[in-house]
Every structure is written in C-alpha cells, then in structure tokens.
C-alpha cells in the first residue's frame, strides 16, 4: 500500500500482505522508502503523525555522512544505522559502486545462486551478518512503524524486507511482487537520487531496463536461501537469530 507524503516516491506500507497461513502483515508496522533527505519539515511530520517510530537506514557510512537522515536527530524517532558493507570499505566514495548494484559490471565474487544480483543481496549475509540481524531486530522491537530504506529502496531495503517477510511466513509470490513494484517509480527515483550531491557522480546514461527491479532476482534470492538451508529462518539462525527474536518479529507484524 503507498504512503503519500510529499516528496516522497517510493514509501509502502507492507500491512495486508498474506502469509502462507492466512494471516497478514499489520497495517502501519512495516515501512519501506527511498533516502528521505530533503524532504520538508510538513512531510518528515507527516510521517511521524502516521506512526512511524523507527528508521533502519541501510546506507553506507559513505553515504549517511554526505546525506544525512532527517531522522538521525529527531526525538521520539529511533534511528537505526546498519550498513551492508564491510567496514573497511564503508567510508570511501568507491563504495557507491558496490551499494548501487546497477553501477556493477562484474559479479559478487563467490556468486552461487546463478543470478548475479541475487548473489550481490546474498553477500550482505556473508559480509555484514551482524547489520542484517541488527536490523531484523529493530523491525521486531520497533514500538510502531518501522521504516527500512537505503538510497532508493530497491537492494538493501528489498532484502532486508524479504527476509523479514519470509521469517514470518509470506510466501515468495506476494515477497516478489512487493520486490518489483519499486519498478512503477524507478525513474524519478534514480533521477532524485542523481540530484543529491553524494551521489552525482554515479549518474550515467542507463536506459529503464537498466534501472527495474526483476522478478528472477529476488525468486532465486528466496529459492537459493530454501535449498541451502531450508528457510530464512534456519539460515538465520545460523548467524544468532534466536527463539525470542522470532516470536519478536511474529508479534510485531501478524495481525
């Protein structure tokens, strides 16, 4: 469900999205966007006064320190920094090529699931286990609304809203199509992103088909997750996930 706040393109509301068991995600617990720098005083307020409580912003240290969160300093407003990449790369311009996957012309080195931007959301539990559960976490122990987001809300914030998804039972169909409607704004969303001046240099001459989102990456995201370790669950686990961070996350977003 889209959120209209000015300035804003790309902010969903997850609630109404089905499990496999026939429960739903909770309205207002599950947000999703784009960066939200520049945004008015109006619409930062505006979405306060919906229930947001929590920002679990996935960019890089790189990129918060050029464009920094409205939210970073707010009060009554949790802000939650988890970046995806290594810390030693973390703080130079260069990363903007590794957390815009578009940039990308070569793989994630130890790609696996045949799908190379799968393989580019995979290596975020490979290279950062601790910022992935940090924020799955924070989504779970959020007192409302929890809003993920990255730069323009397709990578970063896509995975991390998959596996949350996935934690608690929706299946990959309704997981996917939540993926892919990023598609409807891609556009305007990377042209806003180019007007930001932390992010100017990486604009480049890329046709639509370029910048949209595809169904096969996050289907062989979710399906490569199953045939390695059996759920997102089980995989999780692996890296701490506990019996209190799941029953967490289930309170949180089923109705």
């Not at 309205?27 to 999703?32: C, D």
């Not at 260069?94 to 996957?101: S, Y």
């Not at 730069?151 to 995975?159: E, K, L, S, Y």
């Not at 199509?177 to 240099?201: F, Q």
Request: with cysteine.
């Amino acid at each position: 469900m889209t959120l209209h706040i000015d300035g804003m393109l790309n902010l969903r509301d997850l609630g109404g999205t089905p499990t496999g068991d026939g429960r739903r995600i909770r309205t207002g617990r599950l947000w999703r966007s784009e960066n939200q720098t520049g945004l008015g005083a109006s619409a930062l307020q505006a979405m306060v006064d919906a229930g947001l409580t929590d920002v679990i912003d996935l960019r890089t240290d790189f990129e918060v320190k050029g464009s920094p969160s409205p939210f970073a300093e707010r009060q009554g407003i949790a802000y939650h920094h988890l970046s995806f990449f290594p810390e030693a790369e973390d703080d130079d311009a260069e990363i903007l090529e590794d957390a815009l996957p578009w940039m990308k012309d070569q793989p994630a080195p130890d790609a696996d699931s045949g799908n190379a931007d799968a393989d580019d959301y995979l290596s975020f539990l490979r290279d950062r286990p601790d910022s992935v559960l940090a924020a799955l976490r924070a989504l779970a122990q959020a007192e409302g609304a929890a809003l993920v987001h990255c730069a323009v809300g397709r990578d970063r914030t896509g995975f991390t809203v998959a596996l949350a998804l996935a934690l608690v039972g929706v299946p990959d169909e309704p997981i996917v199509d939540d993926y892919v409607a990023t598609a409807e704004h891609i556009e305007p969303l990377v042209w806003k992103l180019w007007s930001d001046p932390t992010y100017a240099a990486e604009k480049g001459d890329m046709s639509k088909m370029d910048l949209l989102p595809e169904r096969a990456t996050m289907a062989t995201a979710l399906e490569h997750v199953r045939r390695q370790w059996g759920s997102a669950e089980n995989l999780l686990r692996t890296l701490g996930w506990t019996d209190a961070d799941q029953e967490a996350l289930r309170s949180h977003l089923l109705d």
